[in-house]
DNA sequence: CCGCGCCACTAAACCGGTTTAGTAAAAACC
DNA sequence: GGTTTTTACTAAACCGGTTTAGTGGCGCGG
């Protein structure tokens, strides 16, 4: 290349990458050359040569099956992918069966140096990852519900106005046993949802209702209604950490004769391609994974690149009304000795 | 680390890659302080002098919303990672929105040389990627539903025999008009399907059947199942080409007052994590998406390898048995004036 | 007209491995 | 015991960029 240009390997490399130093008729020449002979510097010698990667990493840790059935990861990813790829950048996934697995998959990553930063998903309470990517001198992203006291910058989708409107929304309709099914204790997002949902029970003064930890998974949502609806005073309304919980937990009661939403309100979280397309629809909180996805690569690229980024905080969740919810049935007194 | 053993660079790289030419004590030598200084080869400096990117990629063209909704990619990107990881490999993903941006994304990929090989996806009727890729040389693993003739080494999960168990299991029930809602007519795997089911109807001599061309989305399947049932004759049974549009035909069904199964028997393709948490549960034909990825990677491993592949067959699909079939209703013959 | 500084560029070191060519010492052979 | 072969290792080239130090030519001031 350099040859064909007539010039050297230096000035080609100023030349394509826009530094001072370089009379413009030559530059122009390069790039003319350049683009004729179809020439892409190689990324390996660039990689070498600069001690970048140039490609950031995202460990996922779970089951292929849950996995599957998520629909915020690809939406993430493709948010992801929309801001690297017009950088240059690549994205270098990684899928993980345990914790265990996911740390040394942390390690690996920055050992072999395969990639210039990190995000960090589904954080945990207590989670050891953002010392430990510290301690690896690995840029991250924390991805999470709100800013944590860490040294990485979290980007965050607040989803406690996304349930409070939820709850909110339920309390207008009448109800006032309005259970929650979470997701495992140990993900901040699900203690996230579950206190979004005690606090606005408790600013409507309706503190009394139950709810369950789950796992966001299917059968989970389906056991954690049939052990609400077998409470002596069974709820009149649930509100779901997540769509595949509330989509079973709908078909649990709709098996025992109840019909939704008239015997039971129910609402989800996520907004599934499915939710609207069920019996009934399902209402339910949206969220914009893939907006998240790109803000979090943004932020992710200026720590590469040795800037600093605050805490970005995105738009919160819209509540989406489908017909999942209605009215409790008026009580009956009949039974009230 | 060269020095730290006391002996020349050359000597590391032999003993690590266990190359011959090293004495035994030696190499246990180099080995010990190698594991002591947690040294790691530097992935970059490997990359550049053995001319290989020690990764493969894997190019999605999909919107976000239809991505998330898709079971398939999550498990079949963690099958990929299970071989990858065992050998040192990683994958780059790339996500982008249309064909165009698909195809520059693989020459991008070719030209920065920063994948050693790519999985290709998605197979369309006269795909024009399979010779993209082989001008670009970028050994390639074709995922489809069987071998094409192509250069490539095609991995293949025959679908057919999932849809033709589908097909006589509903025979078998007593049906007579069998429906199928086929995916997008440009996807080998619609075809292959709509082609299954036609090809089972023939074997049981009910070739009238009708069918149409879907998108593999809720509204798709939804609004192709309105289109049967508003049918003169309309079907007692529908064959979808996956669980969502399944899901939402189900959905469709019950909207106008009919019972799923009794009205209507539906099957899906898939087993996403919902299908058996429905009202009613979902019979469906399985597919180990995660075997899958994991064959398709170890071919590519090989091929980039300078090895040949030859095409695999993995094990057909399951059909899955569950509620949403049942016998049709007995015909009543009181509308036969 | 000479000396200084600046511009545009080249030469060469460097990133950190792999790999080939070369060499000294040990082993094998007659 | 001397030659040949083998073994075990080192030195250095190489991958293809980035980056620093260095150099020749030019304009400019005095």
Redesign the pocket.
């Known amino acids: 290349?350099a040859r064909a240009a007539?010039?050297?390997?230096?000035?080609?490399?100023?030349a394509?990458?826009d530094?001072?130093?370089?009379?413009d008729?030559?530059?122009d020449r390069i790039r003319a050359v350049a683009a004729e002979l179809g020439?892409t510097?190689?990324h390996?010698?660039?990689a070498?040569?600069?001690?970048r990667a140039l490609a950031v990493g995202l460990v996922i840790a779970r089951q292929p099956e849950t996995l599957s059935a998520d629909p915020f990861f690809p939406a993430f990813i493709a948010g992801i992918e929309k801001t690297l790829a017009a950088r240059g950048q690549a994205l270098l996934l990684q899928v993980v069966p345990d914790q265990e697995t996911e740390r040394r998959s942390y390690e690996n990553l920055a050992a072999s140096s395969r990639v210039d930063g990190v995000f960090l998903t589904d954080l945990r309470v207590d989670d050891p990852r953002p010392d430990l990517l510290e301690s690896l001198g690995l840029p991250t992203v924390v991805i999470a519900p709100a800013p944590i006291g860490c040294r990485w910058p979290v980007v965050a989708v607040d989803d406690r106005p996304g349930i409070s409107a939820a709850v909110e929304h339920l309390v207008s309709l009448g109800h006032e046993r309005i259970a929650h099914v979470a997701g495992p204790q140990e993900f901040v997002h699900s203690r996230s949802r579950q206190e979004a949902w005690a606090d606005a029970l408790r600013v409507a003064g309706l503190e009394e209702s139950p709810y369950v930890w789950s796992d966001f998974s299917p059968s989970g949502g389906a056991r954690a209604t049939e052990e609400l609806l077998d409470l002596p005073e069974p709820p009149t309304a649930i509100v779901f950490a997540n769509d595949l919980m509330a989509i079973a937990g709908t078909a649990a009661a709709q098996a025992r004769g109840l019909h939704v939403p008239d015997d039971l309100s129910v609402t989800g979280f996520d907004d599934t391609a499915i939710s609207g397309y069920l019996r009934p629809p399902l209402t339910t909180v949206r969220t914009d994974a893939v907006a998240w996805g790109s803000a979090a690569a943004d932020c992710l690229l200026s720590l590469v690149n040795g800037d600093t980024c605050p805490d970005v905080l995105l738009p919160p969740p819209d509540l989406v009304l489908r017909s999942s919810t209605a009215p409790p049935r008026p009580t009956t007194e009949t039974d009230h000795a």
Do not use: H, I, Q
């Open positions: 290349m007539g010039v050297s390997r230096g000035a080609v490399s100023f394509l990458n530094r001072p130093g370089v009379a008729a030559t530059r020439f510097p190689s390996r010698a660039r070498l040569s600069s001690s």
